[in-house]
Protein backbone atom coordinates (compact mmCIF):
# COMPACT_ATOMS: atom_id res chain seq x y z
CA UNK A 1 0.00 0.00 0.00
CA UNK A 2 1.36 3.71 -0.62
CA UNK A 3 0.87 6.12 1.75
CA UNK A 4 -1.28 9.08 0.85
CA UNK A 5 0.67 11.96 0.72
CA UNK A 6 -1.24 15.33 -0.45
CA UNK A 7 1.51 18.55 -1.31
CA UNK A 8 0.21 21.75 0.84
CA UNK A 9 2.00 24.54 -1.05
CA UNK A 10 1.81 22.70 -4.72
CA UNK A 11 4.78 23.63 -6.92
CA UNK A 12 4.55 27.26 -7.21
CA UNK A 13 7.82 29.32 -6.14
CA UNK A 14 5.23 32.22 -5.06
CA UNK A 15 2.62 29.40 -3.36
CA UNK A 16 6.71 28.13 -1.55
CA UNK A 17 7.23 31.58 -0.36
CA UNK A 18 4.47 32.48 1.79
CA UNK A 19 4.73 29.92 4.27
CA UNK A 20 8.95 30.48 4.05
CA UNK A 21 7.92 34.21 5.30
CA UNK A 22 5.42 33.51 7.44
CA UNK A 23 8.09 31.46 9.66
CA UNK A 24 10.73 34.38 9.29
CA UNK A 25 8.14 36.35 10.74
CA UNK A 26 7.14 34.23 13.49
CA UNK A 27 3.76 32.85 12.50
CA UNK A 28 1.91 30.97 15.22
CA UNK A 29 0.57 27.76 13.55
CA UNK A 30 -3.15 27.97 11.58
CA UNK A 31 -5.87 26.15 12.68
CA UNK A 32 -8.78 25.15 10.18
CA UNK A 33 -12.14 22.90 10.08
CA UNK A 34 -11.87 19.63 8.36
CA UNK A 35 -15.40 18.22 9.02
CA UNK A 36 -18.61 20.07 8.04
CA UNK A 37 -21.50 20.51 10.42
CA UNK A 38 -24.32 18.04 10.07
CA UNK A 39 -27.71 19.81 9.01
CA UNK A 40 -29.20 22.05 11.21
CA UNK A 41 -26.99 22.14 13.42
CA UNK A 42 -23.67 24.19 14.28
CA UNK A 43 -19.72 23.57 13.62
CA UNK A 44 -17.97 26.75 12.93
CA UNK A 45 -14.35 27.93 12.81
CA UNK A 46 -13.85 31.29 11.95
CA UNK A 47 -10.28 33.22 12.43
CA UNK A 48 -10.38 36.45 14.28
CA UNK A 49 -8.42 38.98 12.32
CA UNK A 50 -5.01 39.98 13.28
CA UNK A 51 -2.66 42.16 11.95
CA UNK A 52 -0.59 39.58 10.32
CA UNK A 53 -2.33 36.40 10.70
CA UNK A 54 -5.31 35.65 12.86
CA UNK A 55 -4.52 36.65 16.44
CA UNK A 56 -7.17 33.84 17.85
CA UNK A 57 -9.68 31.63 16.36
CA UNK A 58 -13.34 31.30 17.83
CA UNK A 59 -15.49 28.28 17.58
CA UNK A 60 -19.54 27.90 17.16
CA UNK A 61 -20.54 24.27 18.01
CA UNK A 62 -23.89 22.90 18.82
CA UNK A 63 -23.85 20.59 21.51
CA UNK A 64 -23.89 17.30 20.94
CA UNK A 65 -21.99 17.78 17.82
CA UNK A 66 -18.04 17.42 17.09
CA UNK A 67 -15.81 18.68 14.65
CA UNK A 68 -12.42 17.69 13.33
CA UNK A 69 -9.52 20.77 13.80
CA UNK A 70 -5.88 20.76 11.69
CA UNK A 71 -2.81 22.72 13.22
CA UNK A 72 -0.17 23.01 10.61
CA UNK A 73 2.56 25.35 10.18
CA UNK A 74 3.92 24.68 7.00
CA UNK A 75 3.76 21.22 7.75
CA UNK A 76 1.99 19.81 10.43
CA UNK A 77 1.98 20.85 14.08
CA UNK A 78 4.96 19.07 16.00
CA UNK A 79 3.58 17.63 19.47
CA UNK A 80 0.17 19.28 19.44
CA UNK A 81 -1.78 19.10 22.44
CA UNK A 82 -5.00 21.06 23.11
CA UNK A 83 -6.93 21.33 26.45
CA UNK A 84 -10.71 22.72 27.28
CA UNK A 85 -11.22 25.36 30.22
CA UNK A 86 -14.15 23.58 30.90
CA UNK A 87 -14.37 20.20 29.64
CA UNK A 88 -18.34 20.34 30.71
CA UNK A 89 -19.10 22.40 28.36
CA UNK A 90 -16.36 21.39 25.45
CA UNK A 91 -14.33 18.54 25.04
CA UNK A 92 -11.12 17.96 22.93
CA UNK A 93 -9.69 14.86 22.20
CA UNK A 94 -6.59 14.31 19.92
CA UNK A 95 -7.64 12.86 16.63
CA UNK A 96 -5.81 9.96 14.68
CA UNK A 97 -5.87 10.63 11.01
CA UNK A 98 -4.11 8.43 8.60
CA UNK A 99 -2.98 11.02 5.97
CA UNK A 100 0.47 12.72 5.89
CA UNK A 101 0.63 16.08 4.88
CA UNK A 102 3.81 17.48 2.55
CA UNK A 103 4.92 20.77 4.19
CA UNK A 104 6.98 23.52 1.98
CA UNK A 105 10.14 21.65 2.79
CA UNK A 106 9.18 19.18 1.45
CA UNK A 107 8.74 16.54 3.80
CA UNK A 108 6.14 14.75 5.08
CA UNK A 109 4.09 14.26 8.31
CA UNK A 110 0.86 13.08 9.63
CA UNK A 111 -1.73 15.18 10.39
CA UNK A 112 -1.71 16.85 13.40
CA UNK A 113 -5.57 16.90 14.67
CA UNK A 114 -7.92 17.58 17.18
CA UNK A 115 -11.79 16.75 17.65
CA UNK A 116 -14.14 19.18 19.25
CA UNK A 117 -17.05 18.10 20.85
CA UNK A 118 -19.62 19.76 22.02
CA UNK A 119 -21.04 19.22 25.52
CA UNK A 120 -23.45 21.19 27.26
CA UNK A 121 -24.52 25.19 26.15
CA UNK A 122 -22.37 27.88 27.67
CA UNK A 123 -18.79 29.41 26.49
CA UNK A 124 -15.26 28.53 27.20
CA UNK A 125 -11.65 28.52 25.49
CA UNK A 126 -10.01 25.68 23.85
CA UNK A 127 -5.70 26.63 24.19
CA UNK A 128 -4.01 24.48 21.45
CA UNK A 129 0.19 24.01 22.25
CA UNK A 130 2.61 22.92 19.83
CA UNK A 131 6.03 23.23 19.15
CA UNK A 132 5.35 25.62 16.49
CA UNK A 133 3.73 27.48 18.98
CA UNK A 134 0.29 28.48 20.25
CA UNK A 135 -3.26 29.18 19.93
CA UNK A 136 -6.74 30.19 21.58
CA UNK A 137 -10.03 29.06 20.35
CA UNK A 138 -13.15 30.92 22.08
CA UNK A 139 -15.83 28.78 21.95
CA UNK A 140 -19.38 29.18 22.39
CA UNK A 141 -21.39 25.96 22.83
CA UNK A 142 -25.19 26.34 21.84
CA UNK A 143 -28.36 24.67 22.49
CA UNK A 144 -29.51 21.71 20.14
CA UNK A 145 -33.46 23.19 18.89
CA UNK A 146 -36.10 21.84 21.14
CA UNK A 147 -38.23 18.92 19.96
CA UNK B 1 -9.02 16.32 4.36
CA UNK B 2 -9.92 13.65 2.31
CA UNK B 3 -9.25 10.02 3.12
CA UNK B 4 -9.44 7.10 1.32
CA UNK B 5 -12.17 6.08 -0.42
CA UNK B 6 -14.52 3.62 1.69
CA UNK B 7 -14.80 -0.01 1.21
CA UNK B 8 -18.43 -0.76 2.24
CA UNK B 9 -19.24 -4.62 3.07
CA UNK B 10 -21.57 -6.90 1.71
CA UNK B 11 -24.73 -5.21 2.81
CA UNK B 12 -24.43 -2.46 0.38
CA UNK B 13 -24.78 0.35 2.81
CA UNK B 14 -23.65 2.01 6.15
CA UNK B 15 -22.57 5.57 7.35
CA UNK B 16 -19.29 6.79 6.51
CA UNK B 17 -17.50 8.80 8.95
CA UNK B 18 -16.91 12.74 9.04
CA UNK B 19 -13.16 11.66 8.45
CA UNK B 20 -14.05 8.52 6.20
CA UNK B 21 -11.73 6.59 7.72
CA UNK B 22 -14.55 4.43 9.47
CA UNK B 23 -17.69 2.95 8.48
CA UNK B 24 -20.43 1.75 10.78
CA UNK B 25 -23.06 -0.86 9.37
CA UNK B 26 -25.27 -3.43 10.95
CA UNK B 27 -24.44 -6.64 12.11
CA UNK B 28 -26.52 -8.01 9.32
CA UNK B 29 -26.18 -11.15 7.68
CA UNK B 30 -24.98 -10.63 3.74
CA UNK B 31 -28.92 -12.22 3.13
CA UNK B 32 -30.58 -10.98 5.53
CA UNK B 33 -32.52 -8.09 3.81
CA UNK B 34 -34.30 -7.80 6.58
CA UNK B 35 -31.37 -6.77 8.74
CA UNK B 36 -29.79 -4.75 6.27
CA UNK B 37 -32.19 -2.44 5.58
CA UNK B 38 -31.37 -1.39 9.48
CA UNK B 39 -28.40 0.81 8.23
CA UNK B 40 -27.71 3.69 10.28
CA UNK B 41 -28.84 6.20 7.48
CA UNK B 42 -31.88 6.96 8.73
CA UNK B 43 -32.75 8.22 12.57
CA UNK B 44 -32.68 5.43 15.01
CA UNK B 45 -36.28 5.17 16.53
CA UNK B 46 -36.62 6.78 19.59
CA UNK B 47 -36.44 3.33 22.75
CA UNK B 48 -34.69 1.24 19.39
CA UNK B 49 -31.08 -0.25 19.86
CA UNK B 50 -28.89 -0.54 16.87
CA UNK B 51 -25.77 -3.32 16.77
CA UNK B 52 -23.16 -1.46 14.62
CA UNK B 53 -20.07 -3.07 13.19
CA UNK B 54 -16.99 -1.17 12.67
CA UNK B 55 -14.53 -1.29 9.67
CA UNK B 56 -11.71 0.77 8.94
CA UNK B 57 -10.17 2.04 5.94
CA UNK B 58 -6.72 3.69 7.10
CA UNK B 59 -3.64 3.00 5.16
CA UNK B 60 -1.19 0.50 6.09
CA UNK B 61 -3.38 -1.05 9.00
CA UNK B 62 -5.98 -3.69 9.64
CA UNK B 63 -8.84 -2.07 11.87
CA UNK B 64 -7.38 -1.20 15.45
CA UNK B 65 -9.13 -1.91 18.74
CA UNK B 66 -11.89 0.38 19.00
CA UNK B 67 -14.55 1.98 21.10
CA UNK B 68 -17.61 4.24 21.19
CA UNK B 69 -18.64 7.34 22.77
CA UNK B 70 -21.76 9.24 22.30
CA UNK B 71 -21.15 12.99 22.30
CA UNK B 72 -24.66 13.24 24.27
CA UNK B 73 -25.57 10.41 26.14
CA UNK B 74 -29.21 12.05 26.77
CA UNK B 75 -30.12 11.49 22.79
CA UNK B 76 -28.12 8.33 22.38
CA UNK B 77 -25.96 6.02 24.81
CA UNK B 78 -23.76 3.48 24.15
CA UNK B 79 -23.99 0.55 26.42
CA UNK B 80 -21.70 -2.12 27.86
CA UNK B 81 -21.88 -4.36 24.32
CA UNK B 82 -21.32 -1.26 22.46
CA UNK B 83 -24.81 -1.10 21.14
CA UNK B 84 -26.48 2.62 20.44
CA UNK B 85 -29.40 3.04 22.57
CA UNK B 86 -32.07 5.76 21.16
CA UNK B 87 -33.11 7.66 24.08
CA UNK B 88 -34.79 11.04 22.91
CA UNK B 89 -34.90 13.24 19.97
CA UNK B 90 -32.07 15.01 18.88
CA UNK B 91 -28.18 14.58 17.42
CA UNK B 92 -25.40 12.96 19.09
CA UNK B 93 -21.91 12.68 17.34
CA UNK B 94 -20.68 9.10 18.12
CA UNK B 95 -17.13 9.42 18.76
CA UNK B 96 -14.82 6.16 17.27
CA UNK B 97 -11.65 5.70 19.31
CA UNK B 98 -8.36 3.82 19.67
CA UNK B 99 -7.46 1.92 22.78
CA UNK B 100 -5.01 5.40 24.07
CA UNK B 101 -8.43 7.84 23.78
CA UNK B 102 -7.26 9.00 20.23
CA UNK B 103 -10.55 9.69 17.99
CA UNK B 104 -10.24 7.79 14.42
CA UNK B 105 -13.36 9.29 13.08
CA UNK B 106 -16.63 10.34 14.44
CA UNK B 107 -20.40 10.13 12.71
CA UNK B 108 -23.35 12.36 13.40
CA UNK B 109 -26.52 9.95 14.29
CA UNK B 110 -30.32 11.01 14.63
CA UNK B 111 -32.81 9.78 16.82
CA UNK B 112 -36.64 10.42 16.17
CA UNK B 113 -39.81 9.71 17.64
CA UNK B 114 -42.10 6.95 16.18
CA UNK B 115 -45.23 8.36 14.98
CA UNK B 116 -46.78 5.20 12.94
CA UNK B 117 -45.81 1.48 12.55
CA UNK B 118 -46.34 -0.09 9.78
CA UNK B 119 -45.58 -4.21 8.95
CA UNK B 120 -43.76 -5.99 6.15
CA UNK B 121 -43.36 -8.83 4.62
CA UNK B 122 -39.95 -10.55 5.62
CA UNK B 123 -38.63 -9.10 1.75
CA UNK B 124 -40.02 -5.87 2.42
CA UNK B 125 -43.04 -5.90 0.82
CA UNK B 126 -45.63 -3.76 2.95
CA UNK B 127 -49.06 -5.31 4.19
CA UNK B 128 -51.81 -2.98 3.10
CA UNK B 129 -55.07 -5.73 3.34
CA UNK B 130 -56.25 -8.84 5.26
CA UNK B 131 -53.82 -11.98 4.73
CA UNK B 132 -54.89 -15.59 3.88
CA UNK B 133 -53.18 -18.12 5.40
CA UNK B 134 -54.12 -22.03 5.31
CA UNK B 135 -53.70 -24.11 8.16
CA UNK B 136 -49.93 -24.94 8.88
CA UNK B 137 -48.94 -22.01 7.00
CA UNK B 138 -46.13 -19.73 7.95
CA UNK B 139 -45.41 -16.25 7.70
CA UNK B 140 -42.57 -14.03 8.94
CA UNK B 141 -43.40 -10.44 9.47
CA UNK B 142 -41.63 -7.21 10.63
CA UNK B 143 -42.17 -4.32 11.63
CA UNK B 144 -41.46 -0.83 10.24
CA UNK B 145 -41.10 2.18 12.34
CA UNK B 146 -42.07 5.79 10.57
CA UNK B 147 -41.49 9.43 11.64
CA UNK B 148 -44.03 10.91 9.26
CA UNK B 149 -42.72 9.57 5.34
CA UNK B 150 -38.99 9.13 7.06
CA UNK B 151 -38.77 5.03 7.76
CA UNK B 152 -36.61 4.85 10.82
CA UNK B 153 -34.29 2.15 12.01
CA UNK B 154 -33.10 0.13 15.07
CA UNK B 155 -34.27 -2.99 17.04
CA UNK B 156 -37.26 -2.32 18.70
CA UNK B 157 -39.49 -3.62 21.60
CA UNK B 158 -42.41 -4.15 19.94
CA UNK B 159 -45.53 -5.23 21.34
CA UNK B 160 -47.45 -8.21 19.10
CA UNK B 161 -50.67 -9.67 20.19
CA UNK B 162 -53.50 -11.74 18.49
CA UNK B 163 -56.78 -11.58 19.24
CA UNK B 164 -57.34 -15.60 18.97
CA UNK B 165 -54.51 -17.59 19.82
CA UNK B 166 -56.37 -20.53 18.98
CA UNK B 167 -56.59 -19.53 15.04
CA UNK B 168 -53.18 -17.83 15.04
CA UNK B 169 -49.41 -18.05 16.87
CA UNK B 170 -47.25 -15.83 17.16
CA UNK B 171 -43.71 -17.44 17.57
CA UNK B 172 -40.14 -15.69 18.08
CA UNK B 173 -37.75 -16.30 15.14
CA UNK B 174 -34.56 -15.02 16.73
CA UNK B 175 -34.89 -11.67 16.34
CA UNK B 176 -36.30 -8.57 18.83
CA UNK B 177 -39.14 -7.74 16.52
CA UNK B 178 -40.28 -10.02 14.36
CA UNK B 179 -42.50 -12.85 14.47
CA UNK B 180 -43.23 -15.92 12.63
CA UNK B 181 -47.03 -16.52 12.32
CA UNK B 182 -48.70 -19.90 11.99
CA UNK B 183 -52.10 -20.61 11.09
CA UNK B 184 -53.15 -23.14 13.55
CA UNK B 185 -56.58 -23.28 12.73
CA UNK B 186 -59.56 -22.19 10.47
CA UNK B 187 -61.10 -19.09 11.36
CA UNK B 188 -60.57 -15.23 11.64
CA UNK B 189 -57.59 -13.26 13.79
CA UNK B 190 -56.44 -9.68 14.00
CA UNK B 191 -53.14 -9.32 15.00
CA UNK B 192 -51.95 -5.85 16.76
CA UNK B 193 -48.06 -4.48 16.50
CA UNK B 194 -47.45 -1.60 19.14
CA UNK B 195 -44.60 1.18 20.12
CA UNK B 196 -45.77 3.18 22.51
CA UNK B 197 -48.33 5.44 21.01
CA UNK B 198 -47.76 4.14 17.38
CA UNK B 199 -50.26 1.53 16.31
CA UNK B 200 -51.27 -0.92 13.49
CA UNK B 201 -53.58 -3.74 13.37
CA UNK B 202 -53.87 -7.20 10.33
CA UNK B 203 -56.57 -9.50 9.46
CA UNK B 204 -55.77 -12.78 9.11
CA UNK B 205 -58.03 -15.35 7.63
CA UNK B 206 -57.09 -19.07 7.98
CA UNK B 207 -58.69 -21.50 5.91
CA UNK B 208 -58.90 -25.18 6.10
Redesign the interface.
Known sequence: ????I?SRAGSSFGAALVPVLGVLAGCLPTLAA???A?P??SARLDPVDGFWQPSSYRLELS????I?V?CEHGSPCEHMKATSDNPAIV?V???????LERGWSGDAQT?AAM?V???SAGATTIRVHAKEGDRVIAVTVIP?PA? | MRLLPLVLVAAGCGTTGALQQVSLMGQCAESDAACSRRHPVAPLAVGATFHPELETSVTGTTTPTLRLESADPSVLAVDASGALVAKAPGASAVLISADDGSVVDFVHVWVAPVTAVTVARRDGDRIVGSIGLAVGEDLVLAPALWNGSQRLVGDASVRWSASSDATISLLHDGSADRRRLRARAPGKATITVALGDAKTSIDIEVVP
Open positions: MTARRQTAPGRAGIAATERPASLGVSVVGKPH
